[in-house]
């Protein structure tokens, strides 16, 4: 297939990547990409979605990823797995000698493997320079789910109207569910029964970087998680830091001991981030090196340096994600000339076994078993019957609504046209009436 229709196909069935920023997939197409790598390293701790979906449709997603990799003309498609992955990597061995390009990178259990950055790296040896894209070293990134997304749109005319989200922690029944885009997140719970604990907390993403929410949130094309704990747990209590509260613990308690630099997955493949620095420099106010501050711009969040590195206890993660924001509200970009060091040595033996990490956060128990859920699943249990669909899922110019008020839909109607620029498409996920179009966001009830 042309690129330029399958750009096109994919602009106007509102794919977009199934997590982190939702950058639009068409745009992601080019020429220029040597190697097309599919991540299925399910980047955080209690994630199951992606291995479950490649388990269950490694057939349909083999063949899209083979499609795309035939559009921009890559000398290579490489599926990123864990090797602990053992039935998803049973069902890809059924299919993936019909794709002779095609082939599987083992990858360790540790985090953040699922990381573009660090996966690029680990998949294929190029490392992308600090606040470059992959494809300026020949590379597009696709997570699994994006991939079958995809196959729908291009075997079944089935937009981007739903989503896979797991449902663990504090529940009765752990489960994964492809529920409609726009339900709210106490609907979502439902499907795996009751809540079990009396204050529950919803941590929507994964346990690193994901943020607390209400039950009211909605469910966008990126949501992959929702995670239910108790208001007391350890996990809850550091996503609700304050900020100057944290400066000045790190003013009177941080030993500059460079864990967090030693840990850093970035720091580790040569990119200019020492966190150790920045509280140095934060806490004590010293402006002296300014590339202290400016390099924040490279950090990824993961939150090793918080969550797992900083035997103090200290917020490295937060207080430079607040410096960032206020970098980015000044209009202050990212230097482009930044050169990365030598991937370090010593890299190979300062991984985070994602085990250990699971321990440290205090989430061990709740790794079970989230079994996937048939794609009717929700419709059979039927919780969900109201929907508020946002216009803005993705990086790039909000979709502009093109119905109205009191108007009828069916599921897989376009609802939102792509807006100027970077944009795509949305889509009714749910039939019935819509009840109120806004600038930000589409309301659908069932009739």
Request: aromatic content about 6%.
């Amino acid at each position: 297939m042309e690129i330029q229709t399958l750009k096109q196909i994919l602009q106007e069935n509102g794919i977009v990547g199934a997590g982190g920023a939702g950058f639009p997939t068409y745009a992601k197409l080019d020429e220029r990409a040597e190697i097309i790598l599919m991540n299925c390293a399910e980047c955080e701790p209690l994630l199951k979605l992606h291995r479950q979906l490649l388990e269950q449709h490694a057939d349909e997603i083999l063949k899209a990823f083979d499609m795309i990799a035939g559009a921009v003309g890559a000398k290579e498609a490489v599926i990123g797995i864990k090797r602990e992955y053992k039935a998803t990597l049973k069902a890809i061995d059924r299919y993936i000698d019909s794709y002779p390009h095609m082939r599987v990178q083992l990858l360790d259990s540790a985090y953040p493997m699922g990381d573009e950055v660090v996966l690029i790296y680990e998949a294929t040896g190029r490392v992308i320079r600090p606040g470059g894209l992959p494809i300026e070293e020949g590379v597009a990134v696709f997570n699994v789910e994006t991939v079958y997304n995809v196959y729908r749109a291009m075997e079944q005319n089935t937009p981007v109207v739903d989503k896979l989200v797991s449902v663990v922690g504090e529940v009765e029944h752990p489960v994964t569910v492809r529920v409609p885009i726009g339900a709210a997140i106490k609907d979502v719970i439902a499907y795996a029964g009751e809540v079990t604990v009396k204050h529950p907390v919803y941590l929507i993403g994964g346990p690193m970087m994901g943020n607390l929410a209400d039950e009211t949130a909605l469910v966008t094309k990126t949501t992959n998680a929702v995670i239910v704990l108790d208001r007391s747990h350890t996990l809850v209590q550091r996503k609700n830091r304050n900020t100057a509260i944290d400066l000045k613990r790190a003013a009177s308690s941080c030993c500059q001991c460079e864990t967090c630099t030693n840990l850093c997955p970035r720091h580790a493949l040569g990119h200019p981030i020492e966190p150790h620095k920045f509280m140095r420099s934060a806490a004590n106010k010293d402006f002296q090196d300014t590339n202290v501050f400016l390099n924040t711009l490279f950090c990824s969040s993961c939150g090793l340096c918080e969550n797992f590195s900083c035997p103090q206890g200290l917020a490295p993660r937060s207080l430079i994600a607040e410096y960032k924001l206020g970098l980015r509200k000044a209009g202050v970009k990212p230097p482009a000339d930044v050169v990365p060091a030598p991937v370090k040595e010593s890299r190979a033996y300062r991984k985070v076994p994602e085990e250990r990490l699971e321990a440290r956060l205090g989430l061990a128990k709740y790794d079970v078993d989230a079994p996937l859920q048939s794609d009717d699943y929700w419709m059979e249990e039927h919780f969900i019957h109201k929907v508020r669909i946002l216009l803005s899922q993705h990086i790039g110019a909000p979709a502009v609504a093109s119905v109205g008020k009191g108007d009828s839909v069916r599921v897989g109607d376009c609802i939102a046209k792509p807006g100027n620029g970077l944009s795509v498409g949305i889509h009714a996920s749910l039939e019935g009436i819509v009840q109120e179009v806004t600038d930000k966001y589409i309301t659908i009830a069932e009739r």
